[in-house]
Nanobody, 118 residues
Framework: QVQVVESGGGLVQAGGSLRLSCAAS????????MGWYRQAPGKQRELVAA???????DYAASVEGRFTLSRGTAKNTVLLQMNSLKPEDTAVYYC????????????WGQGTTVTVSS
């Protein structure tokens, strides 16, 4: 079974930066569809940034210009560089992948917590 593991969360002051990492393991396939979502307490889970078909990247309007999604050097890894962090960015951040197989199974990581203090 495939596993998705996030890392890089922590506590940072407003205006600071963090880099989140996501690694998918347990498969020999190359996974193109990977992205980040977040959920703040009492709120719905929302898209942060994700790779789309054709090589484009989708960003939430609230993070575009501050966050950058990129692929890591290791196979099936993605990075989320978060700059100019705001208290409203505080949330649990989840990595999601879609398996390139029949059924297009979605697999979520356990999440990593980001806390931005004012």
């Amino acid at each position: 079974q495939v596993q998705v593991v996030e890392s890089g969360g922590g506590l940072v002051q407003a205006g600071g930066s963090l880099r989140l990492s996501c690694a998918a393991s347990g498969t020999s396939l190359s996974i193109n569809r990977m992205g980040w979502y977040r959920q703040a307490p009492g709120k719905q889970r929302e898209l942060v940034a994700a790779f789309a078909s054709g090589g484009s990247t989708d960003y939430a309007a609230s993070v575009e210009g501050r966050f950058t999604l990129s692929r890591g050097t290791a196979k099936n890894t993605v990075l989320l560089q978060m700059n100019s962090l705001k208290p409203e960015d505080t949330a649990v951040y989840y990595c999601k992948i879609t398996m390139p197989t029949r059924g297009w199974l979605e697999v979520w990581g356990q999440g990593t917590t980001v806390t931005v203090s004012s």
